[in-house]
């Protein structure tokens, strides 16, 4: 005997197979999620192991980069100078960012543009770039931007994962002379991003004012850099978009309410051509 089937049972077998569908778009889905989620998780325990890393490790790393600077940095009156300035920003710091560390300026007589921050405190500032500087503030403001660098570990941030757990195996270990050659030089000249420089930008506009209590020289010397033309200006390459960060700096000035005041002339030894 033939059962008649109720109206809708068809609909309701080729209903059995969506279950199934969905169960599979839920496992992918959660699947995805759970990736999703793994990544983030292992992207946020770099970035907080990174703060953990003691300087003494990041001085290691660069030694090898520092060497070939201090060859060719000279001792004068203009280096003991700037390390002075370096040494009043340095007293501002806070207390947490001033531990385990000693940052020493170097001061190559070369008519490069730029200034660098190399991995383990050294500071590198080339005669070109304190030719284009008009003021002692602006020294200052250059300074205090890669104080910000080293205060936000930028040049850990920069290696590839696969480096960082070389460098902390290195430090688990204590094995630093396992990294290989390669890998060491891309840490010493690490082009940050322009989030990066803008949170340095930022670091060193507040040194600024603390040192002199008002802004005064925390834009002039990005701007005229960004005017500038025929130049080799280096300083472009590994800071870049100078005037999206002047624009930036800019407003943070305003809704800070820094006030601006006259600028500090250049102490004489800085007084170069
Ligand atoms: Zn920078």
Do not use: C
């Amino acid at each position: 005997m033939s059962i008649k089937l109720p109206p809708g049972t068809a609909a309701h077998s080729e209903d059995n197979s969506d279950p199934q569908n969905h169960h599979l778009v839920t496992l992918v889905a959660l699947s995805v999620g759970l990736i999703i989620a793994a990544w983030l998780a292992i992207s946020f325990l770099f970035n907080q192991v990174i703060n953990w890393i003691p300087p003494s490790v990041e001085r290691q790393l660069g030694a090898i980069a520092t060497a070939s600077f201090e060859q060719q940095a000279e001792p004068s009156d203009t280096q003991t100078t700037l390390n002075q300035l370096l040494d009043r920003l340095e007293g501002q710091l806070p207390a947490e960012q001033r531990r385990d560390r000693n940052y020493q300026l170097l001061y190559i007589p070369d008519e490069t543009v730029n200034a660098l921050a190399l991995p383990g405190d050294h500071i590198v500032l080339y005669q070109g770039l304190l030719a284009q500087a008009d003021s002692e503030n602006e020294i200052m403001m250059v300074l205090g931007h890669e104080l910000g660098h080293f205060a936000h570990r930028d040049h850990l941030r920069g290696l590839g994962r696969g480096l960082l757990v070389q460098v902390l195996a290195s430090w688990l270990f204590g094995n630093a002379g396992s990294i290989g050659a390669a890998g060491l030089e891309t840490f010493a000249q690490s082009q940050f991003s322009q989030q990066q420089e803008i949170q340095a930008d930022e670091f060193g506009l507040t040194l600024l004012y603390q040192i002199y209590g008002h802004a005064a020289g925390a834009t002039a010397f990005f701007t005229r850099l960004s005017d500038g033309t025929g130049a080799n200006f280096d300083f472009l390459t590994t800071h870049p978009a100078p005037r999206k960060r002047v624009r930036r700096l800019e407003q943070l000035i305003k809704d800070r309410g820094y006030v601006t005041e006259p600028l500090t002339p250049l102490p004489a030894s800085l007084q170069v051509e």
